[in-house]
C-alpha cells in the first residue's frame, strides 16, 4: 500500500471540497483532495450546472415552438426541429469544460488529487482506492465533504423508468410523458424544462401548495406559467406506485388517478451522503441526518472539518463553497466564522424566483413592524424590451431604522440581481441606500432602487 502525508485531507471534490482544496493549496498548505466519481460533484456533474443548461435549451426550443413573441418582433420562423441527443452532448461538453476547470485550478494551487474513494480509517487518516490501487493518506486536519444524493420514496426506487434528477439529465429523448414526484425546486426547473421540450408533465406534490419554502406571492407567476405550458399540477397529492405508462396517485380529494408518465421523476429531496465510508467509526455529534458543525464548520471531534450538503440546509453549492474556503483559511490561522447575513436562493423557474433573507412574516415574527415596499416589472422599461414584464422585486425593511431584511424577486432574469439584494442584506443597507443608489437605466434593477423608494413611500414611476 502507497503511503501518503499532508497537511490537509479533503475527502469529495463538490464546490465544497474542490474550493476547500483550491484555498488550502493557496494558502501554502501541503493538501491532498480525494474524489471517488469527477471533480465538482453534484454541482458540475449532475446538478447546478447541467440542470441550467438544459433549462436554457428547453426556452430556446419553446421559444421557437410558440413563435408568439417572435411575430411581435415581425420575424417568423419556420417549424424546429430537436435533435436531442445533440443537446445533451451540448450539456456535456460545458460539464467537461468546467470539470476539467476544477482539475487545472488544484494544480495551479499545488493540490495532490486521488480519484478513488477514500474510507475513514480515523480522525487523522483514510485509505483510498482508486485506479492506482491502495494508498493510506494521514493528515493533521481531515475536511468532510461528500455531499449529498437523490432521495428515493420506498415505492418509487429508482431504475428503469424511474428516474432521479441525475437519471433525467442523462435522457437522450425527450419523453412523451413526465410525472414529477415533487415541486421543490429542483422537480419544478426540470419539470418546466421537459415541457418546454415537448413532453406532457405532471407535477405531484404532497403539499398544499408547489414550491412550498416560498410564499405564495412568488409563486403565482410560476403557478400561472405551468397553466400556460399546459403543466398539470397536482397539489395535496402522494405518488402511489408507478406501471408502465401511467403514475399512480392519491389525489387531494381521495380518488385515486392515474397520471401519463411514460417516466417518473422523483425529485423529493436530497440525502446526506455520511455513510458507507467508514464515517461512522469517528465518534461525530450529528444533527439528524446531517454531521454537526459549529459556526467554524468544526465538528466535534478536533481537527475534524465538515462542509456543504452533508452538514444539512440550505444544501446549495454557494453555501459549500463559502464554508470550504472559510475552513482552508482556518486551518492556515485565520479567525473566521460562517456568520452570512443571507444565503440567497433562487428557483430557475420561469419565470425565475430570488428570496434573499426574510420574508416580510418572517420579518414580522422577528422584528416586529416592517416597511414592504413592491415594483412590478410591468413598470419596468427594460422588462418590456426583453418581451417578459410578468414578477416583481419586493424589499421587506424594519420599520424603526429602515434596516433591509429580506429582499424577494420574481421575474425573467432575475437570478442575475441576487447579487445586489445579498450584497445590501451584508452591508446592513438601509432603505435609503439603496434609493440613493443610482441604478444604470434601463435594466431590471431599477426594479430593486423602486421597491426601495416604494417602502419609504414615494416611487417614482408608479
Ligand atoms: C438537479 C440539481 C440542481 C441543482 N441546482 C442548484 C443550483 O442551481 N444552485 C445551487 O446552489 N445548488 C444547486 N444544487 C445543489 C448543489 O449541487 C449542491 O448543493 C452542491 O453540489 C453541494 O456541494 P458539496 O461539495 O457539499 O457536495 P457534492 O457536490 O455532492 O460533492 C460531494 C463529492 O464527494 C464525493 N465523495 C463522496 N463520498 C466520497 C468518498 N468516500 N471518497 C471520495 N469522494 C467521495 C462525491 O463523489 C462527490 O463528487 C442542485 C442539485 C441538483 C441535484
Known amino acids: 500500500m502507497n503511503e501518503l502525508r499532508c497537511k490537509v485531507l479533503v475527502i469529495g471534490g463538490g464546490p465544497g471540497g474542490y474550493v476547500a482544496a483550491i484555498r488550502s493549496g493557496q494558502l501554502g498548505l501541503d493538501t491532498i483532495l480525494v474524489e471517488a466519481n469527477k471533480l465538482g460533484g453534484a454541482c458540475l456533474n449532475v446538478g447546478c450546472i447541467p440542470s441550467k443548461a438544459l433549462i436554457h435549451a428547453a426556452d430556446a426550443a419553446h421559444g421557437l415552438r410558440e413563435p408568439r413573441a417572435f411575430r411581435a418582433l415581425g420575424l417568423s420562423v419556420g417549424a424546429p426541429k430537436l435533435d436531442f441527443a445533440r443537446t445533451i452532448a451540448w450539456k456535456n461538453a460545458i460539464v467537461t469544460r468546467l470539470t476539467n476547470g476544477v482539475g487545472a485550478l488544484l494544480k495551479k494551487a499545488k493540490v495532490r488529487t486521488l480519484l478513488g474513494t477514500a474510507t475513514i480509517v480515523d480522525g487523522k487518516t483514510a485509505t483510498v482506492t482508486g485506479d492506482t490501487g491502495e494508498t493510506r493518506i494521514s493528515a493533521e486536519h481531515l475536511v468532510l465533504a461528500t455531499g449529498s444524493e437523490s ?62 419554502l416560498y410564499d405564495s406571492e412568488l409563486t403565482q407567476p410560476v403557478v400561472r ?35 401519463p408518465a411514460d417516466k417518473a421523476l422523483v425529485a423529493v429531496g436530497r440525502r446526506a451522503r455520511t455513510s458507507g465510508f467508514g464515517l461512522e467509526s469517528l465518534d461525530l455529534t450529528m444533527s439528524g441526518p446531517f454531521v454537526h458543525i459549529d459556526e467554524k464548520c468544526a465538528t466535534s471531534m478536533r481537527n475534524v472539518w465538515a462542509i456543504g450538503d452533508m452538514t444539512g440546509e440550505p444544501m446549495l453549492a454557494h453555501r459549500a463553497m463559502a464554508q470550504g474556503e472559510m475552513v482552508a483559511e482556518i486551518i492556515a490561522g485565520s479567525k473566521r466564522a460562517f456568520d452570512a447575513k443571507a444565503i440567497p436562493a433562487i428557483c430557475f423557474t420561469d419565470p425565475e424566483i430570488v428570496a434573499v433573507g426574510l420574508s416580510p412574516d418572517a420579518a414580522k415574527a422577528a422584528h416586529g413592524e416592517v416597511r414592504v415596499g413592491h415594483f412590478p416589472f410591468r413598470a419596468n ?81 408608479i
Do not use: C, W
Not at 440613493?436 to 426594479?447: K, R, V
Open 381 to 461: 422599461g427594460r422588462a418590456m424590451t426583453l418581451q417578459d414584464d410578468e414578477g416583481f422585486v419586493r424589499i421587506t425593511a424594519r420599520a424603526d431604522n429602515h434596516v433591509v431584511l429580506g429582499v424577494h424577486a420574481v421575474g425573467a432574469g432575475v437570478s442575475e440581481l441576487s447579487a445586489a439584494f445579498s450584497l445590501a442584506l451584508e452591508m446592513g443597507a438601509r432603505l435609503e441606500d439603496v434609493a440613493l443608489t443610482i441604478h444604470a437605466h434601463p435594466t431590471l434593477s431599477e426594479a430593486f432602487h423602486e421597491s426601495a423608494l416604494a417602502a419609504l413611500g414615494h416611487p417614482l414611476h
Open 151 to 212: 432521495a428515493e420514496l420506498p415505492a418509487l426506487k429508482f431504475g428503469g423508468d424511474i428516474l432521479s434528477s441525475t437519471d433525467a439529465l442523462k435522457l437522450t429523448e425527450v419523453p412523451r410523458s413526465l410525472a414529477v414526484v415533487g415541486a421543490g425546486y429542483i422537480g419544478m426547473e426540470l419539470g418546466m424544462a421537459f415541457a418546454k421540450l415537448g413532453a406532457k408533465v405532471t407535477i405531484v406534490e404532497a403539499l398544499p401548495k408547489i414550491l412550498p
Open 225 to 259: 406559467r405551468l397553466a400556460e405550458l399546459g403543466v398539470e399540477t397536482l397539489v395535496g397529492a402522494r405518488a402511489l406506485s408507478f406501471a408502465k405508462g401511467a403514475l399512480h396517485v392519491a389525489a387531494a380529494d381521495g380518488k385515486e388517478r392515474a397520471a
